[in-house]
């Protein structure tokens, strides 16, 4: 499966952004699918996760409130609508795709990933 990522930009803190990414060669109905972020010299960090049929979804501490996953199988599209962006938003975003059938943050349950969004927060 390939994951392509969209939606990323600059924007003012407090501002909105919705990041998108979509699958190709194999529905993505058949893969939870989740986001992370990584900065510069950083790990790539988990932010979100969600699972197949959206019945589910996980959230990085530092965006539970602001940040919300969610999936369109029909489209093969997931989304993150980020509200209230703080400047420590800044980052890569990358989609990435798991066959693993529980919720997972972990990095290493994710087999696929997009080539990364750039979000920029200005204060």
């Known amino acids: 499966v390939q994951l392509q990522a969209s939606g990323g930009g600059l924007v003012q803190a407090g501002g909105s952004l919705r990041l998108s990414c979509t699958t190709s060669?194999?529905?993505?109905?058949?893969?939870?699918m989740g986001w992370f972020r990584q900065t510069p010299g950083r790990e790539r960090d988990f932010v979100a996760a969600?699972?197949?049929?959206?019945?589910?979804?996980l959230y990085a501490d530092s965006v539970k409130g602001r940040f919300t996953i969610s999936r369109d199988n029909a489209k093969n599209t997931v989304y993150l609508q980020m509200n209230s962006l703080k400047p420590e938003d800044t980052a890569v975003y990358y989609c990435?795709?798991?066959?693993?059938?529980?919720?997972?943050?972990?990095?290493?349950?994710?087999?696929?990933w997009g080539q990364g969004t750039q979000v920029t927060v200005s204060s």
């Open positions: 990435a795709a798991t066959t693993v059938m529980a919720l997972t943050s972990s990095r290493g349950h994710f087999n696929f």
């Open positions: 060669g194999r529905s993505s109905s058949t893969y939870g």
């Open positions: 969600i699972t197949r049929a959206a019945g589910s979804a």
